[in-house]
């Protein structure tokens, strides 16, 4: 008896916007609202996968928002795909990289709901599915992003007597260098050696900037700095590689396995910050991951600000990985004043716990889902208290 293959019967996207618990300062934007595009993906045997696609404040951050990333999906990746083995995960992706290029969230969102279909069909995690968990649990940072020293310290304090984060990445870049350093100094002398500090600078230095930026976040304690020059300057990247003791770590140059051979080639960074959508979805993501290794660089799991969907896809993931030596920021539920999730991801003892069960190890709380979805034309300043 041949068993009946198992198809993709609908692709339906969904925009939500969520309210922040507190302004995220970027070098870029602030943001007061995360917006998170959710795909459920319904198969032929009545099983159903969900993923998400998520950036960061809109196209202030790259080329996709929350708006191109639905589009995407529902002109070009969802009549590619109906119709299609839902088991054939690998298929999907080359037909829909053949068909659309760049799209990367878009991409991820997608894939995520397909390997959470194949995982639940097949009663595994998605981690089983590429190889098994060799983690429960995770170091997880917290990004420290007022821009106010005393704010900052104060939260930092807060975070380390709950026992909730003792790695804190501080969002730099907007102010002169000389202030973005002192701030920095004023959180390390208050935390001491309670907690690992580092900096996210988003891009926002030039080389010269930069210069002076690491050789001073160095003497005041910093470990690593996060993208401190655009994304194209890899040869700026590799000379502060190459000049300074404190890791520079790649982010925005990091879009993929294809950046990540040229940023190894150039010897333009320590570590990579490894992201699921930024990647273009997990398998890729896992490709990043590969290179990294083999290049003796140092990985670190990156975050888009997810909801507690695309967190659950990327502890997936990273739950595989022996040596996560800088750790994780996957705090994006937290950042969020509702979790959308029927059961939240765990955080406790400085860890974010990998969700157990088959598929991603979640569920949509769909009461939340219907609150914060965009079509329901529900005005966000009643939710923001504004």
């Known amino acids: 008896m041949v068993n009946a293959v198992t198809k993709i019967d609908q692709i339906e996207t969904m925009i939500l916007d969520i309210p922040t618990i507190r302004g995220h300062v970027l070098s870029m934007a602030t943001m007061r609202v995360q917006t998170a595009v959710l795909v459920r993906m319904r198969f032929s045997d009545g099983s159903e996968g969900i993923g998400e696609g998520t950036t960061i404040g ?26 299609r083995s839902a088991d ?63 704010t900052d310290i104060a939260e930092a304090q807060e975070m380390i007597a709950a026992r909730r984060h003792n790695i804190f990445k501080l969002k730099i870049g907007k102010r002169a260098v000389a202030e973005d350093v002192a701030h920095v100094a004023r959180i390390k002398a208050a935390v001491g050696d309670a907690a690992s500090i580092r900096v996210d600078v988003n891009q926002a230095w ?41 890791a520079v770590m790649a982010d925005e140059a990091l879009n993929g396995p294809e950046d990540a051979v040229s940023i190894v080639a150039r010897g ?10 930024q990647s273009g979805g997990i398998k890729r993501a896992s490709e990043v991951v590969a290179i990294g290794q083999a290049a003796g660089l140092g990985l670190y799991a990156g975050t888009m600000l997810e909801t507690g969907l695309g967190t659950a896809a990327a502890l997936q993931l990273f739950a595989g990985i022996e040596d ?34 088959a598929g ?9 889902i219907d609150f914060f979805r965009r079509d329901r034309a529900r005005s966000l300043k009643t939710v923001a208290g504004e």
């Open 58 to 83: 809109g196209l202030t951050y790259g080329p996709e928002s929350p708006e191109s990333i639905q589009s995407a999906i529902d002109t070009y990746i969802t009549p590619a795909l109906l119709g």
């Open 88 to 150: 054939d995960v690998n298929g999907a992706l080359q037909l829909v990289d053949h068909l659309v290029k760049g799209n990367r969230i878009a991409k991820a969102a997608v894939e995520i709901a397909l390997w959470d279909g194949l995982g639940k069909r097949l009663g595994v995690s998605v981690a089983q599915l590429f190889g098994g968990a060799v983690h429960s649990r995770l170091p997880v940072a917290w990004t420290l992003a007022s821009g106010n020293s005393e």
């Open 206 to 246: 030039s080389l010269q900037d930069a210069r002076w930026g690491l050789r001073g976040l160095q003497d005041v304690g910093c470990e690593l700095v996060e993208q401190p020059v655009r994304a194209r300057y890899l040869n700026a990247l590799r000379e502060l590689t190459r000049a300074h003791e404190i």
């Open 268 to 277: 333009a960074a320590d570590v990579f910050a490894v992201k699921v959508a």
């Open 324 to 357: 996560l030596r800088w750790g994780s920021e996957l705090f994006g539920p937290l950042l969020l004043t509702e979790d959308i999730l029927a059961t939240p991801i765990v955080y406790r003892d400085f860890t974010v716990e990998v969700p157990q069960g």
């Open 360 to 368: 991603l190890g979640v569920s949509l709380d769909p009461d939340k």
